[in-house]
């Protein structure tokens, strides 16, 4: 089974830090996502890369940036924390990138998520 | 950014139950899939459907795609109190590579 692993389930940080979020995967997927997720707007593409050192922005990309040193690990930065940025975080893993139609399209596999609070 | 619309939003029912639950948007999808989130867990695929008017079974759940691939809906036949979660829809335009989420619903099932 594929593995997705976010290094902390709970965070806690004030306004204005410099928030580090880190998502690993043990499946050797070339493709890595960072969501956020909301009540009552669903989850939200921030970024994704579809390679190391390969990034490209999602829906809601201000306010944060990416890391992918290596293929397995993909990290998410709050340059600054405000407190409109508290929410679930999902990051998750793909095969492949979806491509329209077809039943080839892979399944994301997500972590369990953080949950960070900025005060 | 487009959202899908889900309802219900929320829905509480007794185990045994039949319930559906609604995807709609006005915009036409390539394909489209329903995850279920467990609380503190992550999203888990339960199936992608992705020609119009298809339906996809999996055990008590019954998945359909609208014939105009604007819609989809998730039936569960007597439903279980495992069947708790959130529900997600997530469609994907032709020609993109990003899945958009619905707004989801959650679903309890009592004893």
Redesign the interface.
């Known amino acids: 089974d594929v593995k997705?692993t976010q290094s902390s389930?709970y965070l806690v940080k004030r306004t204005g830090e410099k928030v580090f979020l880190e998502c690993v995967q043990d499946m050797d997927h070339e493709n890595m996502f960072w969501?956020r997720q909301d009540p009552?707007?669903?989850?939200?593409?921030i970024y994704?890369s579809y390679d190391v050192k390969m990034k490209e922005k999602?829906?809601?990309p201000e306010g944060y940036s990416v890391s992918r040193e290596k293929k397995e690990r993909f990290s998410l930065i709050l340059e600054s924390a405000s407190t409109n940025q508290t929410s679930m975080y999902?990051c998750?893993s793909s095969l492949s990138?979806?491509?329209?139609?077809?039943?080839s399209?892979q399944?994301?596999?997500?972590?369990?998520?953080t949950r960070l609070s900025i005060l | 950014t487009q959202l899908l619309e889900q309802s219900p939003q929320f829905l509480s029912i007794q185990e045994g139950e039949n319930l559906t639950v609604y995807c709609n948007s006005s915009s036409v999808f390539s394909s489209l899939q329903w995850y279920r989130q467990e609380p503190g867990e992550g999203p888990v695929l339960l199936v992608t459907v992705v020609t119009g008017g298809e339906v996809k079974k999996l055990k008590r759940l019954t998945f359909q795609f609208g014939d105009a691939r604007k819609d989809s809906s998730l039936h569960i036949t007597a439903a279980q109190p495992g069947d708790t979660g959130l529900y997600l829809c997530a469609g994907l335009h032709s020609g993109t590579y990003k899945y958009i989420f619905g707004t989801g619903t959650r679903l309890k099932v009592l004893a």
């Open positions: 997705v389930r969501y009552g707007l669903g989850l939200r593409l994704f999602g829906d809601i999902l998750a990138l979806p491509q329209g139609g077809g039943d399209n399944p994301q596999h997500f972590g369990d998520g």
